[in-house]
């Protein structure tokens, strides 16, 4: 298929002369923040970001108006937030006829927005309070910026530079009175981590001046900030930190200023709560504080609690125990009533809330006697699992794992019943990289994705349904059986399917009748890489991109096979590549997925006056028998990039371009049958002895089929030791080998024998390799006796003769 060559090409990818479209990137953005119901600017930077089509916004609330390239390297966007419109994060992807961007944020503020004004490393930017300053953390440098306060007035600091989702900018913040000396300074905290906060109350009149810089004094061109500076409330933290829905909530905000306390409404169960702590004078904080809203009540701890017997009163469950770690060796007891044979699962919340707490959390039984501990769950916060043993007063003990402790050390632990749960995602296929997270499917064309399935508390199979695909588009996704969770599908788009995208749900459906699980889509996408496969910075989102793109200069087909892959066994494979004229690039196939026990070759490479492979796959002897899905991948082939190891290394932090990978296109799913088979057979017992030739002998279990023609091959044969091929006719019953036995053959037992039969069956090219591991004895000359036929005798039989030889 011709591509066009149409000005509105988001991007030029010249490969041999042929010209087609590649997706674009997004490095920076500027600034990375707007005003809640103002309409701002977003300047995006990147590559192959001509003729953009849409910006798709994953949150409502704010939409964009206007897209407005520049060149191919920067794009304008105009947005409009709304008045109402939730603060924080709203993640989005760049559309053009190429493709989509990788995932990249920006983030919503209550205050105005304020631009940094070089140069303020040494000279301080004035500015007013309660605004949000955009920066750049330089190299080495530092910027600095003036407010003015008066005595006993509260200075409230907040940076957003993690997450702002671009590099690893980590940040601090110092405060210097009017007298130039340092009153504060702030790294990390354990609210938002690398993004350090700070309030406090200014002890004098006069002009404050505020330092952000790179914790290191590392940072380049491209390390932005927003740092929210006002006189709002930015509570370090909260307690306790969840109550009950529907309720009205009585907590506890420790300021960095002052410790204050606020009624808080909690809205119904299931209705999402962003806790913006507000005393009604001053502006709430730009972003929220982590509050659980759960439909159990709350127990607030009662000091002393510190043993087993001055834990309160026994409550039912579920429940959540609330609590603070105050004093270094401080532990908290809560006293439960629990039925035999109840499961429960016991929870602690407490670095997921932003406090400094690691707790420890153990179940009793009432007589003492632990029933279960846990330290870290999947973060530092523990979770245990406990069945009760019998009827009673059961208690939970919390503690520190450092032992360590203060005021903000609070803790939230439910007690709930263990509930099943079901997600639909889309698995990365790379570590650190956002490659292959959408779906981008050329005109007239497929693409494979694997949908996986998480089951939480429930086993069989699940159904997975998509929601509204862009227009052309379509895709077919099989239940997913029981012991599964990942299923390859393919996405195939008409050729006449609109250029566009969509941000689709997905469902999930098992369990059984009387108890369904129902679970949906979550794609968990890393924007900062920290350690290991850990993320500084990470976005959930609950639906994925699926966009048609220009067309593709190449589409790959399968040739159904006629016959069954067996085990020990090979089977043929036809694989035809269509190309658009002109276009006269080398393809590359590859098997992306393949039944456990099955193999094929890494890569095949189709040349460029070629339009056809053979592939050969191999079905090892324990392949798994059964009808599997088969499909296969074409891509173009391309030598690999060899990097100069003395090539400077790239500096400044900067988050790398993404490369123009060709993305691989599908064939249509095809049935790969691996079955037992049809020929089956065994040695019989074979000896001979150094320098003789002996005949060898495979009996079959079956005829081999009409219509079917086979040569046999004696595979396994000892050093030095022959035999030639033989033919096998349709209706043979047994295969019979003249090997010859060189003088040099090590004697010895070879359990290593097998005939591979290699022919046709159903017109398809076979190989089939039975009897294997059967014996062939090497022995020295004259240590061999046989009977008259020339079968050689066993030592038994050996025996026997030898004894009636002495009889007279």
Known sequence: MLLRLLSSLCVLCVLGGEIFAAPPTIETLAPGVGQRGTEFTLTLTGARLTDPQELMLYAPGVVCTKLSAKNENQVTVTLKAAPDCKLGEYPFRLRTPGGVSELRIFRISPFPIVAEKEPNDTTPQSVPLNVSLTGITESGGVDRFAVTLTKGERLSLEVEAIRLGGELNDTAITVFGPDGKEIATVDDTPLFRQDPTLSLLVPTDGVYTVEVRETNYGGSDTSRYVLHIGNFLRPAAIFPAGGQAGTEVKVKLFDHSRESTLNVKLPPAGTPFDFHATDGVAPAAPTPNRFRVSPFPNVIETEPNDETKLASAAVAWPVAFNGLIEKVGDVDHYRFRAAKGEVIDVEAFAYRIGSPLDPVVAVFHPNGVLLAGNDDDETHDSRVQVTIPTDGEYIVRVTDKRKQAGPRFIYRVELTKPSTGLAVFLPPLARKTQDRQVIAVPR???????????????????????????????????????????????????????????????????????????????????????????????????????????????????????????????????????????????????????????????????????????????????????DWRLLV?????????????????????????????????????????????????????????????????????????????????????????????????????????????????????????????????????????????????????????????????????????KEKEKKP
């Open 444 to 626: 007239g064309n497929r693409v494979i994705a694997y949908i996986g399935v998480r089951r939480d508390g429930f086993t069989g199979p699940v159904t997975v349904t998509p929601g509204e695909l862009p227009a052309g588009v379509k895709v077919n996704i099989p239940v997913i059986p029981t012991g599964e969770y990942l299923m390859p599908v393919v996405f195939e788009a008409a050729p006449d399917a609109p250029l566009g995208g969509k941000l689709v749900a997905f469902t999930g459906r098992g369990g059984d009748a009387k108890s369904p699980v129902t679970g949906h889509f979550s794609q968990v996408v890393t924007l900062i890489q920290a350690p290991g496969d850990s993320a500084f910075h990470a976005v959930e989102l609950s639906r994925l991109a699926v966009v048609v793109v220009e067309e593709t200069p190449y589409s790959v087909s399968v040739v159904p096979p006629t016959t069954a892959l067996v085990p020990d066994g090979t089977l043929d494979i036809t694989v035809k590549v269509k190309r658009a004229k002109d276009f006269a690039e080398p393809l590359e196939v590859f098997f992306p997925s393949l039944p456990p026990g099955v193999e094929a070759p890494t890569s095949v490479v189709i040349a460029p006056d070629k339009s056809e492979a053979v592939v050969t796959l191999v079905g090892h002897p324990p392949a798994e028998l059964g």
């Open 633 to 801: 991948e074409v891509k173009i082939a391309r030598a690999a990039r060899v990097r100069d190891p003395f090539a400077a290394p790239m500096g400044g932090g900067r988050r790398p371009r993404r490369s123009v990978e060709d993305p691989p296109v599908s064939s249509e799913v095809i049935v790969l049958l691996v079955a037992k088979p049809a020929i089956n057979g065994q040695f019989a017992p074979s000896a001979g002895e150094q320098g003789k030739t002996i005949q060898v002998v495979c009996k079959l279990d079956s005829a081999t089929p009409a219509g079917s023609s086979f040569t046999a091959k004696l595979d396994g044969l000892p050093p030095r030791a022959t035999a030639k091929p033989v033919e096998v006719k349709p209706g043979t019953k047994e295969v019979e080998f003249l090997v010859t036995i060189d003088p040099t053959t090590p004697p010895g037992e070879y359990r290593s024998l097998v005939c591979e039969l290699a022919g046709t069956v159903g017109g398809q090219k076979v190989v089939y390799r039975i009897g294997r591991g059967a014996s062939l004895k090497i022995d020295a000359p004259g240590a061999i006796k046989t009977d008259p036929s020339g079968k050689p005798l066993s030592p038994l039989e050996a025996l026997r003769e």
